[in-house]
């Protein structure tokens, strides 16, 4: 149902996406059209939760590490101080754009 399409040469904002897979059908879909659309993940934990979770993503073949962003702090809930033992939790984010059909 889901293939992947690479962002146009004049979106420089977003990281590249996966190719279409060989045989996905795209070459035989005639004259049913593809929407593109933008799908945004967020990981959050530790650095080394996310940087597992990267690397792990990168050996399935869904995105390259350098598609992510750098991990940014996330800040404690705002109603409640945090403790001081509490490790510090992490957020990454990637977008990529998909072709719906």
């Known amino acids: 149902m889901f293939e992947y399409l690479e962002p ?9 996406s ?3 897979p060989p045989n996905s059908g795209a070459k035989n879909k005639g004259a049913q059209s593809l929407t593109p659309e933008k799908v945004r993940h967020l990981l959050y934990g530790s650095l080394v939760a996310i940087d597992r979770t990267i690397k792990i993503l990168h ?3 869904y995105a ?3 598609d992510w962003s750098d991990p940014i702090p996330v800040p404690p809930n705002g109603s ?4 001081p033992n509490e490790p510090q939790t ?3 984010i990637l977008t990529k754009t998909i072709l719906i059909e």
Do not use: F, R, T, V
């Open 80 to 83: 409640e101080p945090k403790h």
């Open 64 to 66: 390259n590490p350098n």
């Open 59 to 61: 050996s399935l073949g």
């Open 8 to 16: 146009d040469a004049s979106d420089n904002s977003e990281p590249s």
């Open 18 to 20: 996966l190719p279409l």
């Open 90 to 92: 992490w957020m990454a």
